[in-house]
């Protein structure tokens, strides 16, 4: 029932810029965070940045600087502004939360998005 969607990906050349989205839709209750992930080739999936309730943000040393994380918990809706793109960024970009479904569930679980592509090349 719950489904997240990513999109914003795409071809870029180094030093460009790119600003992912990421909705989820279904019956959520409430929502304690959101983030984005990535996996490049060979690569084990690593964190980017993640964004809370209280809007408290963690980055990935390798992006702090260059990436900036928001959201619209109202619209269950997530973004990842990247700047100042490296070949070194290129990875599928995955959408993560942390989702209630119920009042009475006291247990957060996560949900994942399908993916979207970012490639930096000259």
């Known amino acids: 029932q719950v489904q997240l969607v990513e999109s914003g990906g795409g071809l870029v050349q180094p030093g460009g810029s790119l600003r992912l989205s990421c909705a989820a839709s279904?019956?959520?209750?409430?929502?304690?965070?959101m983030g984005w992930y990535r996996q490049a080739p060979g690569k084990q999936r690593e964190l980017v940045a993640t964004i809370t309730s209280d809007d408290n943000t963690n980055y990935a040393d390798s992006v702090k600087g260059r990436f900036t994380i928001s959201r619209d918990y109202a619209k269950n809706t997530v973004y990842l502004s990247m700047n100042s793109l490296k070949p070194e960024d290129t990875a599928v970009y995955y959408c993560?939360?942390?989702?209630?479904?119920?009042?009475?569930?006291?247990?957060?679980?996560?949900?994942w998005g399908q993916g979207t592509q970012v490639t930096v090349s000259s």
């Open positions: 279904g019956s959520i209750f409430s929502t304690r965070a």
């Open positions: 993560g939360a942390d989702l209630k479904l119920s009042y009475s569930n006291r247990n957060w679980y996560r949900y």
